[in-house]
């Protein structure tokens, strides 16, 4: 399935979804029962007798999925399928792929830079960048337990936020600097030893957006991880509230509730979920704690 459509413009959507079993003389009478079994599936029963010129492109789309699988092939290989169609086409379109995935049964590989798409449509995800193939996983292994920063940076709208940090150990307690704010791990994370070799060495630390609150019961679930941040930008998303924050010249967001009153120019305390924090060698931009 190609991203631009790739359909015959002199062509009925009828030939079009037909052409792959013209081609190879498949029976009349079968090509027929199959091209009304694919429309029927696609929802383009109507649309048999019209041109690609008179489609919009969601039925484009649908009619280059129809040429596709009506070989019924064991796989299917998709070229971002989606990406010349607006943003409320795309979110009905990616509803409707799921729901023809799940009546083939077959095998889809799905190339996108959607990382929306590749989240709610895969079963297993292969991060690359630049080629190389960095993490193959679970969507929800992706996101909880990223392999490097840039799977990490990768994974996740709005991203990680990624700070500067110094890794010390106070007694058995890991903790991590954030330029004069000192910030505990959890024993239970760090018991393997595998940051003993780091302590006093720099460190990048992400936190999810989600992760960072400013709400009261967060803030006492959270005594030991306080930040002060400057609020840069608040914008109002509907169900919540994202905060472009400032804290000692680095740049944060924080997906908050909707009933935050921190406003532009505010001095806001966040808090971080401390189980929710990762550490990145900042020289291999490996992970060391998810």
Known sequence: VFQSYALYPQMNIYDNIAF??????????????????????????NLLKQRPKNLS???????????????EPKVLLMDEPL???????????????????????????????DQTEAMTLGDRIVVMNQGAVQQADTPQNLYDYP???????????PQMNFLDGTLQKNGDTYVVDLDGTVIPLPQEKTADGKLAAYVGKSLKVGIRPEDMKDDEEFLEKHPSSHIDTEVEV?????????????????????????????????????????????????????????
């Not at 003389?25 to 383009?44: C, N, Q, R, S, T």
């Not at 023809?100 to 190339?111: C, D």
């Open 57 to 71: 492109g969601g039925q484009r789309q649908r009619v280059a999925i129809g040429n596709a699988i009506i070989r």
């Open 147 to 157: 392999c490097n920063i840039f799977v990490a940076g990768f994974i996740g709208s």
């Open 234 to 290: 608040s914008e109002l998303m509907g169900a919540e509230i994202y905060l472009y924050l400032t804290y000692k010249g680095q740049n944060l967001m924080a997906r908050v509730a909707p009933t935050s009153k921190s406003r532009r120019g505010d001095k806001v305390t966040m808090a971080m979920d401390t189980h929710k924090i990762h550490l990145f060698d900042p020289e291999t931009e490996l992970t060391l704690l998810n």
């Open 20 to 45: 792959s079993l013209q081609v190879r003389k498949v029976p009349k009478k079968e090509i027929d029962k199959k091209v009304h079994h694919v429309a029927e599936l696609l929802g383009l029963e």
């Open 83 to 113: 990406s010349n169609l607006d943003a409320k086409l795309r979110t009905q379109m990616r509803v409707e792929l799921a729901g023809i995935h799940k009546a083939l049964g077959n095998t889809i590989i799905y190339v996108t830079h």
